[in-house]
Structure formats: C-alpha cells, structure tokens
C-alpha cells in the first residue's frame, strides 16, 4: 500500500485530497497544527471524517518545528510528500507578515530538509496564482516571468517555488509546484469569499463587492482540482520536456503546473450563482480594489493537459455553488 504524507491535512484542500487519496486504496499521514487563523472546529471535523478510515494518521503539530516533518518520514517513509501546509490569505499578509515567514518559508524549509534526508518518489508543494502578480497577459502560463508580486503572502509562495527548485537541483528531488486558482466548494474556508457571501446573504446582511463586482477569477471547484493533483502524482518530473510549454528546468527535475478551471468568470456572476442557490438577494456594497488584489486570474491549462492526457473535470460554476450551500446549510444549520 503507499503511503502519502500529506500536510494542512485539515485544511480545506488537504482535507478533499487526502479523502481522495483514502479513496484510492492510500494510507495517508496527515499533519496539521489546526492554528486559529479560522475555526479551528472545523479542521477538527475534516480530521475527524478522515479519520473514520482505519488508514489515516493524524499528527496534530507545527510542520515548522525543527526535524518533526524528516522524523515523520524517517518512521513512514512515504512515496509521495505534499505539501499543501501554509499561511493563507492575501489581505491577512498585510496586517501580519510574520506568520508566513514562519508558516511558508520555515515550514517549507523543513519539508525540503526531510526531503533531503529521506527523497520520496515525489515531493509536491502549494503555490499560488497569485505568484503571478502584476502580470497582464491572460490566460498564465507557467512558462511565463514573474517577478513582480502584489502581496506578501503572494511573496512568500514564489520563494518556496525557487526554494525547492535548489533543492531539486542539488539533490535531484523528483519536486513539482502546483500554482491553485481560486478554489471554492464544500467544507471552503471561512475567510474566503464564498464562505463569506453566502453567510451574509442568508441573514440578510451586505457583503463587501471589490473592485465594484468587475474582478474576473478562475474559479475551480475543489473536488475538479484535487483529481488532478492526485493524479499528478504518478508524474513526476524527469528530464524529457512533455511539450513545448513545459516548465520543465533545465537544471532540476523541478516543474511548475498551473491547476485550474481554464476559464474566467466575473466576480458579479459569481455572486449570481450564489443567490440563485440562496433563494435570496445579495445586497452589494460596492468597493474599490483593495491592496494586494490583482484585477484578474485565469490558468493556462495547457501543461496539466499535457501531463495527465486528459483535461480535468470542469464541475459547472452553478453547481459547485449550489453544492456549497446545501453544505453551509446543513453544517450551520443556516
């Protein structure tokens, strides 16, 4: 049976993906410090629901603590690491940039250095469309610069990606980076705009509209997105390009993979579907753009086509959200 160490096993998408995983005939480790960003019952329950399969063990500590993540493969010796564990949140990145210094670069340093000592078939690590920053040019493409990122915590993830990418080169580590784009579905975060919405708009409350409704996102639907981040774990980077738009490094067994809808949807149209699911009108409180927040993101997935033969699952946008809510409802009794 192989084994995946999974970190952020309670979080949002390390919850979906070891489920998935779990589902596949997998033993999963899962590791998580269940911190108070958000409520930490709800990791709680997503750990609790995985743990109603005799295959996963949860650990309940700091993937920043020195040597915790190399003892836990030293004892398990898993085939694949992914490491999904981070400080999320843009407009959060403003107000405390410490934690991501501790939580994205610290962390993920920890996981390299157990990687080090113990190289799994594998190793897999979070990053962001947000890595793409200032860029205009639409859709993403791995391929392309980017160097100039809006926020900090946008920051911290691009130097993860260049952090692995030494370690891929200096001790051949199979390591591929997975830039997410806005993620949305059952057991979502609170913090996120969906979770949000859908709060407010069932008690009848206004909810903040940046950018006056005109930001454009590529909204992936989680259960889409964690299909192909499982199934990319059979594909790890060699030294044979798949195409002319791989991100293949010249230098490293290091690859960069957008994973996306493919597809752009203005933020308005979003908040649509949320009402539509609702039964109940939204009242917009419209806004200007915030700091930190780029107007527009939308994958290129080209590459990940390329990698897996196949395109991903494109749940449809109205019923993603329709599946969220039924969710909210029946977890918050709303």
Not at 142 to 162: G, I, N, P, R
Not at 201 to 228: E, Q, S, W
Request: with cysteine; net charge negative.
């Amino acid at each position: 049976m192989k084994c995946a160490l999974v970190t952020g096993s309670a979080g949002f998408i390390g919850y979906h993906l070891s489920s998935l995983l779990l589902a596949r005939g997998w033993r999963v480790v899962g590791l998580d410090c269940l911190s108070d960003y958000y409520d930490p019952a709800l990791k709680r329950r997503r750990h609790d629901l995985l743990q109603t399969s005799g295959q996963f063990t949860p650990v309940i500590d700091d993937v920043s603590r020195p040597d915790l993540v190399r003892t836990l493969m030293d004892k398990h010796r898993p085939d694949a690491v992914i490491h999904l564990a981070a400080q999320a949140g843009v407009r959060h990145s403003i107000d405390a940039p410490r934690d991501y210094v501790q939580a994205n670069l610290l962390g993920t340093f920890e996981v390299l250095e157990a990687a080090r000592a113990h190289p799994p078939a594998h190793l897999l690590l979070a990053s962001t469309s947000s890595a793409y920053g200032a860029n205009t040019d639409m859709p993403y493409r791995e391929t392309m610069k980017a160097d100039a990122q809006m926020s900090f915590y946008a920051a911290t993830k691009k130097a993860t990606e260049v952090m692995a990418h030494s370690y891929a080169h200096l001790y051949g580590i199979p390591t591929t980076m997975f830039r997410f784009f806005t993620v949305y579905g059952p057991w979502g975060r609170p913090d996120m705009a969906l979770f949000k919405f859908t709060k407010a708009i069932l008690k009848g409350d206004p909810i903040d509209v940046y950018n006056h409704g005109k930001m454009r996102r590529d909204f992936t639907y989680v259960t889409d997105l964690v299909a192909g981040l499982a199934d990319l774990i059979d594909v790890p980077p060699g030294e044979t390009p798949v195409g002319p738009h791989d991100s293949l490094s010249p230098v490293a067994p290091h690859r960069i993979v957008n994973i996306g809808n493919g597809q752009t949807v203005e933020l308005g149209r979003f908040i649509d579907a949320i009402e539509a699911a609702t039964g109940k009108a939204a009242i917009r409180n419209l806004m200007d753009i915030q700091p930190g927040d780029v107007p527009a993101t939308w994958a290129d997935t080209t590459l990940l086509t390329d990698l897996l033969g196949a395109s991903l699952p494109r749940t449809d946008l109205d019923i993603g959200v329709r599946a969220f809510v039924d969710w909210y409802r029946t977890e918050y009794a709303a």
